[in-house]
């Protein structure tokens, strides 16, 4: 493959550099001009050694989002071709000096399938070996390990280049190197969404991703392991480096940028191996995508897993989750919302947990935020708990904000069916309108559609210090309002406006570092899930929130003539809410 892409960036067309009377140059002065001009700087960082075009990358995806039609190789051609004719480099900062270690104890009982795995990649020409002895002096061997893959009876051969904690092969590696930013699955509706209404969808895969990119020959000595007192090196990137993914994605982004600038059609969209490409209903766009990235990735010796490749279809599940684009809807996979809910109620009752069994939670509702969106904010507690804990067998005590969220997961999903409809834009135009205001010393009102609430804050509050809390009162008025009027908010778009920014701020990220704040709002979270209610909060000055303003100081008299087409009587507030305040369990809905 190396050869062909080297020869891909060499056909690319002349261009003039930007100096005064400098004719038209031969793509071979052109290479070495580029060279001249550029490399020289590029090479003078050395922090980042033989992958200075990580920092191109970043720079290009910056400038890209600006105008699309950039040209990607455009300053640091060179680079990716000395990657691809030499190898790239592993930014490795640490002494180069020999390092044995015995394989995990998973390779006890699994050997014939690691004597296939590695016989395998030896055929391939990804591995050198074996050799009775060290082939280079200062090899570091790292040890091997096998893990099941989710289909029965297939495995996955790693190499643990994370071992020994402290000083292995990826501690040598800088982490900001490392760091990658993929598509989110966000962003892939959104291009799904572009199409319309039964846009049809295809999507394809690479094979043996990280295995694409060649490793620099300087750099095979890290990349040592041995088996049955054999010796081997790896000579493409090992899934264990911590620099594969942030590397294969950049190889990834420059496929989806060829296969879009060829076919002049930008409907396509990669995370990192996977591939999406759309299309409007019976445009044919769809199809030829498809067809234009499997030319390309044969023109450049890319492997496609052909068994998973599929579509133009209407109906396709794209990184886990179903994409229906008649229904205009995302659909979580049953056996996984089953999965969730075992995960969830195993942790009933448990007072401590291990890390990995709390990294497993969280990666699977982390998943399920794909489709439940708004369950992001009931994540970061689980997430801060984990980072206190470095080992997985590490226990790590359930606090009750953690249960609290755990509980939020649970009572939602026992109910989820699993779909989630595409109505992001009518936020932009919202259908229904909600006002709201507090006030510290006398009570709280809210407003919606002729209808009105108002009451005092009991008296007890102020003795809790809760009067002083104004981020609190502002927010209750909002909950009271889904639990009071939910059935004519349910299933409609609605615009809450609130004179306080920072209950603003808090209804639209539903976070809080306040854990009184974030009792009203997981009540108001699952609320909103259960009745399919799309919200989003809305700042209003304070002189023109006059109604509420007007409800909230019980100043009736006022309230009538500012709004004469109001209900004569007011709507009663669900009594259970007032224990939300005292710290008390809030009926039902917690």
């Known amino acids: ?114 004597r296939a795995k590695i016989a395998k990649e030896c055929a391939e020409g990804r591995v050198l070996g074996p050799f009775p002895s060290p082939p280079v002096p200062c090899l570091r061997v790292s040890p091997l390990g096998v893990v099941p893959k989710k289909a029965a009876g297939e495995f996955r051969l790693i190499h643990h ?54 490793v620099h020959p300087d750099d095979f000595e890290l990349l040592g392991f041995s088996f049955e007192g054999q010796f081997y090196m790896d000579r493409a990137l090992p899934m264990g480096c911590s620099i594969s993914c942030a590397s294969f994605e950049r190889f990834s982004s420059f496929l989806e940028w060829a296969l879009k600038h060829r076919l002049r059609c930008f409907d396509a969209c990669h995370y990192l191996d996977d591939y999406l490409f759309v299309g409007p209903e019976g445009s044919g766009q769809c199809a030829r995508l498809l067809a234009g990235f499997i030319a390309l990735a044969e023109e450049l010796g890319v492997p496609l897993a052909h068994e998973k490749t599929e579509g133009p279809v209407t109906v396709l599940t794209f990184l886990g989750i179903e994409l229906d684009t008649r229904q205009q809807a995302s659909r979580l996979p049953v056996e996984k919302l089953r999965d969730l809910r075992a995960r969830l109620a195993s942790f009933q009752g448990k007072r401590k947990v291990s890390l990995l069994e709390l990294q497993q939670l969280v990666g699977h509702l982390n998943f399920a935020c794909r489709v439940v969106a708004p369950g992001r904010a009931f994540l970061r507690r689980l997430c801060e708990a984990m980072s206190k804990a470095s080992k997985p067998n590490h226990r790590i005590r359930i606090t009750r904000d953690m249960r609290a969220d755990i509980q939020v997961w649970e009572d939602f ?45 009991p008296a007890e509050w102020a003795g809790q210090g809760l009067t002083r809390d104004l981020t609190f009162l502002e927010f209750f008025p909002i909950l009271v309002a889904v639990c009071l009027w939910g059935k004519d908010l349910a299933n409609h778009s ?97």
């Open 161 to 214: 280049l994370s071992y020994p904690r402290g000083s292995s092969v990826n501690d040598a590696i800088p982490e900001h190197l490392c760091s990658v930013r993929y598509t989110s699955f966000d962003q892939a509706v959104k291009v799904v969404r572009r199409c319309g209404v039964g846009a049809e969808m295809a999507k394809c895969d690479i094979k043996s991703a990280f295995r694409l990119l060649p």
């Open 1 to 114: 493959m190396s050869r062909r892409l080297v020869r891909f960036w060499r056909s690319k067309k002349p261009v003039v550099l930007n100096r005064p009377g400098r004719k038209k140059v031969g793509r071979l002065h052109w290479l070495w001009n580029l060279q001249w001009l550029n490399l020289l700087k590029i090479l003078g960082y050395t922090e980042f050694s033989g992958t200075a075009w990580m920092q191109y990358d970043e720079e290009f995806r910056m400038r890209a989002a600006l105008n699309p039609a950039m040209q990607w190789d455009r300053i640091h051609q060179q680079l990716w071709l000395q990657g691809f004719e030499f190898g790239f480099r592993i930014p490795f900062r640490g002494n180069r000096v020999p390092f044995m270690s015995p394989n995990l104890k998973s390779v006890v009982g699994m050997e014939e399938v690691v």
């Open 413 to 457: 999903l026992g109910s989820f069916n699993g779909v989630s409809f595409w109505r992001e834009d009518v936020l932009l135009e919202a259908e229904l309108q909600v006002t709201s205001d507090a006030s510290g010393s006398t009570g709280f009102g809210v407003y919606f559609r002729g209808h009105w609430c108002a009451e005092q804050w």
């Open 494 to 590: 609605v615009h809450f406006w609130c004179d306080n920014m920072a209950v603003v701020q808090v209804v639209n990220s539903l976070s809080s570092k306040s854990r009184r704040v974030m009792r009203l709002v997981r009540v108001f979270t699952l609320q909103c899930l259960r009745l399919n209610i799309l919200f989003r909060a809305k700042h209003v000055p304070g002189v023109s929130n006059c109604i509420t303003d007007a409800l909230s100081r019980l100043q009736m008299a006022r309230f009538r003539q500012l709004a004469p087409e109001a209900d004569l009587q007011p709507a009663l507030m669900p009594q259970f809410l007032w224990q939300i305040g005292e710290q008390k369990r809030a009926g039902p809905f917690v």
